[in-house]
């Protein structure tokens, strides 16, 4: 059974490409689709109808740090995210889990769960796949994700594997999979909303077969969409194209398929050339604050003096806020002073270059010429503005 409010149906083909409309209780996403990180329920800086005229269809919260605070039951008693951040569209919940087990000093992993010391008061705390739903439903997310173990591994070359320094609670692919899969199966239990969707997540390292494996495993389960996880960790781009595109190749079409947490926009051109649906990254926020924008034409660094006395826009035909008020010259000044206004600005710019890019991607998939708009975006990722 479908969660009440909740479908998702493909709207258009182009190869593996695909469109389609994802609807939830609080909306429509047409997909491909880009969520801006708000962990706390916000994304820094910028305000919600600034997120709505860039072009945002839903947002992703974080269940770990919502958790450690201000703690899922003032939440709940506020409405819910929806009634206590004041956006009204859908809201994606992810459980936490690479969060806490990134915590390698301070995190300890168990068939039962994983408990970790809170960095905010030191406090011991405990999280299993029973409490990330409980928690996710107490957040009122349209869609949550299950708890699973992220192995953070790297390879290296060929039959090597490079473990990060951080560490991480298991070094075995196969079994951080194989307990991903337990812990699915007990998330699926431990539901009770009949108005939340939940996804699976499939894991199994940098190995085709282990990826394979699980999303067939994962599937089975009878979630209402699927998310790939365990990437972005400086693996090849070229392995992860494989790996997802392999992975989808088990997972129901019907589905929507979830990319976590990577976004450079070559990243997003060849995930979708595999299948995929749905994208969340920091990458254009913290770019952002950095003074480093996203265009058509390049990667612009702009706190470079180059753009001191610069009186252009930061991109010309952009329909930002930005880019429709202030220079290249203005925008330097004000990163370069600390200025608030410069980080909000710069933030913005390359959100509506990441939410501009999905329309294009979706009209492109629409009208059978995604492989042209693949190869252009692919293109723009080698330069930089002069």
Request: glycine share 10%; with cysteine.
């Amino acid at each position: 059974m479908r969660p009440r409010g909740y479908s998702f149906e493909l709207t258009a083909r182009d190869g593996a490409a695909r469109a389609g409309r994802l609807v939830t209780p609080h909306g429509v996403v047409e997909t491909p689709a880009f969520m801006a990180v708000a962990s706390f329920g916000a994304v820094r800086g910028i305000a919600f109808d600034e997120l709505r005229q860039a072009g945002a269809q839903i947002l992703l919260a974080n269940t770990y740090h919502l958790h450690e605070r201000p703690g899922e039951a003032l939440v709940a008693a506020a409405g819910g995210l929806h009634g206590f951040t004041g956006w009204s569209g859908p809201w994606l919940t992810d459980s936490g889990g690479f969060q806490v087990t990134s915590l390698a000093d301070r995190a300890k992993l168990d068939e039962d769960g994983v408990e970790f010391r809170s960095p905010l008061d030191g406090r011991l705390r405990r999280l299993t796949p029973e409490s990330a739903i409980a928690i996710q439903e107490a957040l009122g997310a349209d869609v949550a994700m299950v708890l699973d173990e992220c192995l953070p591994d790297v390879p290296a070359g060929a039959g090597e594997t490079r473990v990060l320094p951080r560490g991480a609670p298991s070094l075995d692919a196969r079994a951080a999979m194989d307990r991903t899969l337990r812990w699915a199966e007990r998330s699926q239990r431990a539901r009770k909303r009949a108005d939340q969707a939940v996804f699976g997540i499939v894991q199994g390292g940098f190995s085709p077969e282990l990826r394979r494996a699980s999303a067939r495993a994962t599937a089975a389960l009878g979630f209402d969409g699927h998310a790939h996880g365990g990437l972005g960790l400086g693996e090849d781009a070229k392995l992860r194209a494989e790996l997802v595109a392999l992975a989808n190749e088990e997972l129901p079409i019907e589905a929507p398929r979830y990319l976590m947490g990577l976004g450079r926009p070559a990243d997003l051109v060849d995930a979708i050339a595999a299948g995929v649906d749905l994208f969340d990254c920091v990458l254009p926020t913290r770019n952002g604050r950095h003074g480093l924008l996203f265009t058509r034409t390049g990667t612009l660094a702009v706190r470079t003096a180059r753009y001191r006395d610069d009186p252009r826009p930061p991109e010309e035909g952009c329909d930002c806020a930005a880019c429709g008020s202030v220079s290249r010259a203005y925008l330097r000044h004000l990163l370069h002073g600390k200025e608030a206004l410069g980080a909000r600005l710069a933030s913005l710019h390359n959100l509506r270059f990441y939410y501009r890019l999905l329309e294009e991607t979706r009209r492109a998939i629409a009208e059978g010429g995604f492989a042209a708009l693949r190869a252009r975006v692919l293109a723009e990722t080698q330069q930089r503005v002069e």
